[in-house]
């Protein structure tokens, strides 16, 4: 089984992998792997953290959440994805186990689009949003 990895880059602060691997079409060469998308990336002044993740490849979605989030520790999502940021929470790496031997890379583009960010009120905390990302497979062994 391959481990597919993304990196995105943010700004912010911010268990097992239960399901069946989603398989990748047996026509779908490796060349033709698709980007990921990111999409509703929310998180708080407080470290929590939700996000959906869409591999077109299987058209699988997973849901992504956790609270106080730390540097450098993995979080399961609801598939087989999970996610952690790196030592600074500069950047957001996405796991995603694949039940099908895949090779090569995605080679598109990593389009950001823009940050809505909302004040804290008596109800909610600060809270920024981010629209999709397309995001590229990096393939690892």
């Known amino acids: 089984m391959h481990t597919t990895s993304f990196l995105t880059f943010f700004g ?22 698709l980007p990921m998308e990111v999409y509703n990336l929310w998180w708080t002044t407080k470290n929590a953290i939700h996000f959906f993740v869409i591999d077109r490849n299987t058209n699988t979605t997973a849901t ?12 399961d999502c609801d598939t087989n994805a999970r996610f952690f940021f790196n030592d600074d929470n500069s950047v957001l790496d996405i796991e995603w186990a694949w039940g099908k031997d895949v090779t090569g890379s995605g080679t598109v583009e990593t389009p950001l689009e823009i940050w809505t960010c909302v004040n804290a009120t008596a109800q909610f905390e600060a809270g920024c949003l981010a629209g999709p990302l397309d995001v590229p497979f990096k393939i690892i062994s």
């Open 12 to 33: 912010l602060a911010v268990g097992t992998l239960a399901a069946p691997a989603p398989q990748i079409p047996a026509d779908q060469a490796s060349d033709d792997i």
């Open 64 to 75: 992504c959440e956790a609270a106080d989030v730390q540097p450098q520790q993995r979080y």
